[in-house]
């Protein structure tokens, strides 16, 4: 319906404190003061219920050349397999919300949960980011993430591609100027 | 904080019946069934107040080579600007929501308000998608969308930059299929 949408990796416990990962695509950024991002998951999943119990998630996002691992976290299920030791990653308990994220992965948000709204199929999870940690190596030149250095993996749901990140097109509030 | 974001224009009528437009890169999808998606505005902007009295919007989609225009609903308010008639896009009333799409623009999902959150900066619309339009001109050889014709916008938060969409990168549900 929407492009592009992002591919985020969504870490959090389970009642016996095993550190689980999900792949989701339904979600983005809905505040910038508190910062809050959304994600929305079927109730069905693992993770659904570990977020409702926890009030804490993390989103990790990876590059492009782990999609291998990214795709895996989406193929099989919390409740049957450790997949942080399927795939050889590391979870790291965060000092600040009650749920793990992935070490390797280059920009990990940590979030507090702030609201829950059932909407169907999926319940949306609102959680404001208490801090948000990027490798050295995805930092520009200006101290800011450079998205040519994150190569962050997009979702297209129709054709359920991963696609990568482009060109530069445009600086925002410049190209409009001349109209 | 996330990327990638995605480039919104989201379309609302004010008191007057008048069409407006506005960029925002806050929001995606939030459930398949019903379908939905969310979009967070400031309450200072024109629209916010327009989707809380029309209880509908609509979004549009642009591709890249519309950066132009795309740029200017950002840069300017619909409270003293026709951006319409400005960049000389074409309003299309909705026969399914009350709100206006921009007819040049590739796609379209035209929404029903069903949930509002108000979170700080920003508040959160929730919008059912009634219906969605795609141009002939994006949909690839299986009937689907196809992100490579569509070309849609990036939005990166942290500099401020449009890019465009890369490479096919993997299948879902096959790149991680062997480990």
Known sequence: MVYPTPVFVVGTYDAAGKPNVMTASWGGICCSQPPCVS???RPATYSHDNILRRKAFTISIASEQQVKQVDYFGLVSGRTTDKFAATKLTPVKSKLVDA???KEFPLVLECKLVDVTELGMHTQFIGEVIDAKADEEIIGSGGAVDIR???PLIFTPDTQDYFG????IAKVFSAG???
């Open 39 to 41: 994600v929305a998951l």
């Open 149 to 151: 250095k994150l190569k």
């Open 100 to 102: 793990p994220f992935v």
């Open 165 to 168: 990140i482009g060109n530069f």
């Open 177 to 179: 100027k001349d109209i």
